[in-house]
């Protein structure tokens, strides 16, 4: 009995479904979807019918075939009924091989799904869009992750096409047993923080199914049960380029009469309740706090009244530490199908971003009050868990069976036990075979099977024999992706340059213009070779930062001379510093937004403050963490010596320092508009549309007064020989007046998390910014920065809306660079931005060269990029 009750317990403690653990195949490939299960709107032949839709199986004619030739406007579909309400989070596709005869695929589907069979809704990513791409051939398995997941029992896979065709398809489903129950909750619409100085937070549930009328969401689902936990920092988001606030779902105390947030939760049958989790952002430094209270109402059935008797629950509030936590409100293992909640405000805004509920289903009870023990279906969903979802006990009594059932009793134990065991040992097996696999290639042969499920990469390949017989054997991103016509090789494209005109020539850099579409920036010419020189990486000694992120590397002369002089900023009082947020954290140390009273007076004349119209003067203060290493904190001493005599109008400045006393603090500016990357991720190009709708915008000439800027701040690291390493948008940073200053805060911040690549045992990089020769031998130089340099202008003129090389995953990345370096001749790049101008993507294509003698240097680019302006 203790086992049962250790193994209950485990089921009411385990309310929260993680997307990047659940991802379990549910049963199309080994059959547990039985034939009866799956169904479809129409099918060519009898062997071609939705039975045979199952992934790598080529039974029958190979796939589910829908009737006739597919229009552009037909509706077909192959059905799915799950069994059970499930958390979907992949789906993989394949085409028609039949041993060789079939030629079928459908290149793009979309997904319908309903809770109930009656009810059916239409899929959307997060960005509103409802295709999903799909496969390129017949044979290879392509799967793609469902940003947000589905919670459903029925789905149906739609495929689409723009041109008439025929379609056949076979598909795996993911995910994992939905073990809340919940089918729906209802509540207010979220609204919109807007704060000076902050960016514009979108506290909206967006990805809500149900229906929105009189400003109150109803009937569906959304980000409370996506799985998604937001961060400290509500600003902050764990998917990549979605607006600040996405995480959660927020409500302003004065926005709602009663002081209180009333949300309703449906349920798929009745429960007996134990508690509810509520994850909720305390950010008090912007009157965020978590609910003060919170009232629970129940009833047993929908159509029944509200009980009278409810539950209530007091928070401790905690005004010191700012961080988001699970709040567990106890529910008193009340029996209800619905519930209602009444959460109290406790300052001026309370955000969610997840909730979930710990219960256990009610067995319907026979007509003699006395119940028979009974243990429910055991779970499945996950082959390392095993979980009783349902006990029900039943008193002792006198009997002549007695003996026989407490024989059964004791079977059943013993099945239990024997299955904890099984359950164990594939545990151990399954860790086993993923240190194994960890120390495998990365490189997928052409004859492997291959199963990658990666949380950060929608795109995943499943190779599997049969197929067809190939000349060579050639990288996977061939399988997935065509090259884009506008994806072009640098060396074509500087045979197309015309001859440089004698201003060119006169002007020491090898850019100059003849006409104003056409950029001169041509490497052969004897004068581009004026350009810095470049440092091999054994000339470098490497600092890095203690936030985590790549500072500025110096040639070793450099580092020498400067450890031998003093720090040449004043000494900070650290009780004047005030803090407001965290920005982002390393290995040994974070970086906090302070407020720094009385700066400009210590700084006095000449300070590189801008003008704060008498509000607070904001800081960036990084911090060494106690336990750092002896090692960490020479370097954070190092860090502080160079920044101390880095001076330029676009390189973000050290002001003043806290090293008298432990914890060491450099204080650097803060840029009121944040970085690059979030400040053109929330804006348009400047039309005639924006100003009406009165839409945040810029416009060509900002973006190239931006690009002039940053080049600049190269120039001047590049004239000291020191190179940054991880020049990217998301470490340019911006004030009002949108002049931009280089930092390194990018990668110590969760939000720009998925721009690095960690390799195991060694550092994190920002492999999509970085140079082949950085990436495969590990050499940085201020040629591999002009490399980053080229990515960041293709950032700035895509206005930051798409990640570098997005439709490659980050082996795919590193495996573009190496074929590169085979002098292959199968590079993908990055193809023209639509606001670029083709004379500027000339020059991104020259920062692209092969050769590092052949990239343009930044004083040329500083040049040329001027002359842009002037245009």
Not at 76 to 94: E, K, M, N, S
């Amino acid at each position: 009995m203790l086992l049962l009750l250790l193994l209950v317990f485990q089921n009411q403690a385990d309310g929260q479904v993680d997307p990047a653990l659940c991802r379990y195949p549910l049963g199309m490939e080994d059959g547990r979807i039985k034939n009866a299960d799956i169904t479809a709107s129409s099918q060519w032949y009898d062997t071609t019918g939705p039975r045979y839709a199952r992934l790598n199986k080529d039974d029958g004619d190979g796939a589910w075939c829908p009737a006739g030739l597919l229009q552009p406007s037909d509706v077909q579909y192959l059905q799915l009924d799950l069994g059970r309400l499930t958390f979907l989070t992949v789906v993989a596709t394949q085409g028609r091989y039949a041993r060789s005869s079939g030629n079928e695929f459908a290149r793009m589907y979309r997904l319908d799904y309903s809770r109930d069979g009656h009810l059916w809704i239409s899929w959307k990513n997060r960005l509103g869009n409802k295709v999903i791409s799909a496969n390129v051939n017949t044979y290879a398995s392509v799967v793609r992750d469902l940003h947000p997941p589905i919670i459903t029992r029925y789905l149906r896979i739609v495929p689409v096409t723009y041109v008439p065709t025929t379609v056949c398809m076979r598909v795996e489903v993911f995910g994992c047993t939905w073990q809340d129950g919940l089918t729906a909750y209802s509540s207010p619409e979220g609204h919109i923080m807007l704060a000076p100085g902050y960016p514009i937070a979108n506290l909206n549930d967006s990805t809500y199914d149900g229906s929105l009328e009189r400003r109150k969401l109803s009937g569906g689902l959304g980000q409370l049960t996506d799985g998604v936990i937001g961060q400290d920092d509500f600003l902050q988001t764990r998917q990549y380029q979605l607006w600040p606030g996405y995480d959660y779902v927020g409500w302003k105390n004065q926005s709602l009469g009663p002081g209180f947030v009333e949300m309703e939760f449906v349920f798929d049958r009745q429960r007996n309740f134990t508690s509810m989790k509520v994850h909720s952002n305390n950010m008090f430094s912007r009157g965020v706090k978590i609910f003060s209270s919170v009232w629970c109402v129940f009833k047993p059935r929908l159509i029944a009244e509200w009980e009278p008797d409810a539950v209530e629950f007091h928070t401790v509030l905690d005004d010191r530490n700012p961080s988001a936590r699970y709040v567990t409100v106890p529910l008193e293992r009340r029996t209800a199908k619905a519930l209602r909640c009444r959460f109290f405000f406790a300052d001026t805004w309370m955000m969610f971003s997840e909730i979930s509920f710990q219960s256990d289903s009610i067995i319907p009870t026979p007509l003699s009050p006395v119940v028979n023990s009974t243990l429910a279906e055991m779970d499945t969903s996950s082959p390392t868990t095993l979980k009783i979802t349902e006990v029900v006990t039943t008193p002792a009594k006198s009997d002549p069976a007695e003996e026989g059932s407490s024989s059964i009793l004791i079977g059943c134990l013993v099945t239990i036990i024997l299955l904890l065991v099984i359950t164990i040992f594939l545990i151990l097996w399954c860790q086993y075979v993923c240190k194994v696999l960890e120390k495998a290639p990365r490189r997928i042969l052409e004859e492997e099977v291959t199963v990658r499920l990666s949380s950060s990469s929608d795109t995943i390949i499943l190779q599997t024999p049969p197929v067809p017989p190939r000349v060579s054997i050639d990288p996977p991103y061939e399988r997935i992706f065509l090259l884009d016509p506008q994806y072009q090789d640098p060396a074509a494209l500087r045979n197309k340059l015309p001859e440089l005109p004698q201003s060119a020539e006169a002007s020491g850099c090898g850019g100059g213009y003849a006409e104003p579409d056409v950029t001169l920036c041509t490497p052969h010419h004897p004068s581009f070779q004026s350009s810095v020189p470049h440092y091999a990486e054994t000339d470098i000694v490497s600092l890095q930062g203690v936030t985590g992120s790549n500072m500025y590397a110096v040639p070793a002369l450099t580092v020498d001379s400067l450890t031998r002089k003093d720090i040449s900023v004043a000494e900070f009082p650290r009780e004047r510093l005030v803090f407001r947020e965290k920005l982002g954290e390393g290995q040994f140390g974070e970086v906090h937004l302070c407020e720094a009273e009385g700066l400009p007076e210590f700084l006095g004349e000449g300070s590189p403050l801008p003008e704060r119209d008498g509000r607070p003067v904001l800081v960036a203060v990084k911090q060494l963490r106690p336990d750092a290493t002896s090692q960490a904190r020479n370097d954070f001493l190092k860090e502080i010596k160079i920044m101390s005599r880095l001076n330029d109008p676009n390189i973000i400045q050290l002001l003043c320092v806290c090293v008298r006393s432990d914890p060491l603090c450099m204080v650097t500016e803060y840029m009121e508009n944040g970085d690059l990357n979030m400040f053109l991720s929330q804006r348009e190009i400047e039309s005639t549309l924006t100003h009406a709708n009165n839409i945040p915008s810029v416009s060509l000439s900002d973006l190239l007064h931006m690009s002039v800027q940053i080049s600049s701040g190269m120039r001047y690291l590049a004239s000291l020989n020191f190179v940054h390493r991880d020049l990217a948008t998301r470490n340019c940073l911006l004030d009002r007046r949108l002049t931009i200053k280089i930092a390194d805060f990018g990668m110590s911040r969760n939000l720009y998390s998925s721009d690095y690549y960690r390799i195991q045992g060694r550092a994190v990089l920002p492999i999509r910014w970085m140079a082949w020769e950085s990436i495969l031998l590990g050499k940085f130089t201020t040629g591999s920065d002009v490399w980053a340099f080229g990515v960041t202008l293709w950032e700035i003129f895509t206005l930051c809306k798409e990640q570098p090389y997005s439709l490659l995953s980050d082996e795919q990345v590193i495996e573009n660079t190496g074929e590169f370096f085979r002098n292959l001749g199968r590079q993908i790049y990055l193809s023209a931005p639509p606001l670029c101008p083709p004379s500027l993507y000339e020059l991104m294509m020259c920062c692209w060269s092969r050769d590092i003698s052949d990239r343009p240097s930044f004083n040329c680019l500083h040049q040329a990029l001027r002359l842009h302006t002037t245009l």
